[in-house]
């Protein structure tokens, strides 16, 4: 059985949102569908909310050394896939 999940949103963030996602070789809906799967995934959400937050600014060395390691850790426990790998499926699934 499938559930409906409605939400309003500005149309200008619709339009944009649309647009953005058959950019990106899918839809709004399945965009949805994958925020909610990664939610499940990372039980929370799955990127970091901070308030003010600048996205831009540079990492310093240290939280580029601890990426770094957390990236090595997965790799050691197989948590990863080949980015061609990847990508195959991407193209598959779409068709591209």
């Known amino acids: 059985m499938a559930s409906v999940i409605q939400v309003r949103v500005d149309d200008d963030l619709k339009t944009r ?4 996602f058959k950019s990106l070789g899918t839809d709004t809906t399945t965009a949805i569908r994958i925020f909610l799967t990664q939610s499940l995934a ?8 901070r308030r ?8 310093t060395e240290n939280e580029i050394l601890e990426k770094l ?15 061609d790998d990847v990508l195959a499926d991407v193209r598959a699934k779409y068709g591209i």
């Open 17 to 20: 949102s649309d647009s953005l």
């Open 42 to 49: 990372a039980n929370g959400f799955p990127f970091e909310i």
């Open 52 to 59: 003010n937050a600048d996205i831009y600014r540079p990492l």
């Open 69 to 83: 390691a957390i990236s090595r850790t997965h790799a050691e426990q197989g948590l990863y896939r080949d980015a």
